[in-house]
């Protein structure tokens, strides 16, 4: 047992940072257990991450499904259907077929599932994500899906120490979210940008994400 929550610390230290509540913190949790998951939801505001849906699924049996626990990986459309419902938000859309698939579960359980539409910028390698140039497809595709509301967009930044290059693929990706923020569609409403981890968290906040993913800064343990 911990005489203190250190979690809660590293998070108000972030908080302390970033100067600035309206920036939602999901705290990601999926290298720790539900106890220490837990202790992150000691900071009001703060909601939970996880990457995969099994890890996602017991958690949120742990919370009782009194926790907000985002969804921010990879999502196959066979585990849609265990997923609507229970989460605040899919952060990882990235295929007409996974729009259809949620909008077809959400439908069956009467509910309209929240969704970011994950994008990769100036990324050839990574296997997930669309291209900034299929982004609208998805959009238009969606005005068709009563049951889903595109809520904004979502990237990951690459695994490099190249910080201009970060902050022009953040840069990036909030000159998308403002162009379409000009229009109108059904069934989209651009109000979250959720981009920036344990290593790039100040550089995505200070490009307009409102929503950043963090894990490692704020689970682990410093003596
Ligand atoms: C693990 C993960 C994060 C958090 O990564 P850290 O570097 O530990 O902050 C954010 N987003 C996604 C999609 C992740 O899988």
Request: glycine share 4%; no cysteine; charged share 25%.
């Amino acid at each position: 047992m911990t005489s203190h929550n250190y979690v809660a610390e590293n998070i108000y230290r972030i908080k302390k940072q970033l100067n600035n509540d309206d920036i939602l913190i999901v705290a990601v949790s999926k290298t720790v257990t539900s106890e220490t998951a837990a202790l992150a939801l000691e900071v009001p505001g703060v909601e939970l991450g996880e990457n995969r849906v099994q890890e996602f699924l017991k958690k949120y049996e742990y919370f009782q499904g009194k926790a907000k626990i985002h969804l921010i990986g990879h999502l196959q459309r066979n585990k849609v259907k265990y997923v609507v419902g229970k989460t605040p938000l899919i952060h990882s859309v990235d295929s007409k077929e996974l729009l259809d698939e949620i909008q077809k579960r959400s439908a069956m359980s009467n509910v309209v599932t929240n969704v970011l539409i994950q994008v990769k910028i100036f990324d050839e390698e990574t296997k997930f994500g669309v291209d900034e140039s299929a982004v609208m497809d998805l959009i238009n595709h969606n005005e068709n899906n009563p049951n889903v509301l595109i809520k904004g967009l979502m990237t990951m930044a690459p695994l490099t120490d190249d910080e201009q290059l970060i902050s022009q693929i953040f840069g990036k990706l909030h000159d998308i979210y403002v162009d379409i923020s000009k229009n109108t569609f059904y069934n989209t409403h651009m109000v979250y940008l959720s981009m920036g981890m344990t290593n790039d968290y100040m550089l995505a906040a200070k490009e307009g994400a409102n929503i950043l993913r963090i894990g490692s800064a704020i689970f682990k343990d410093i003596p």
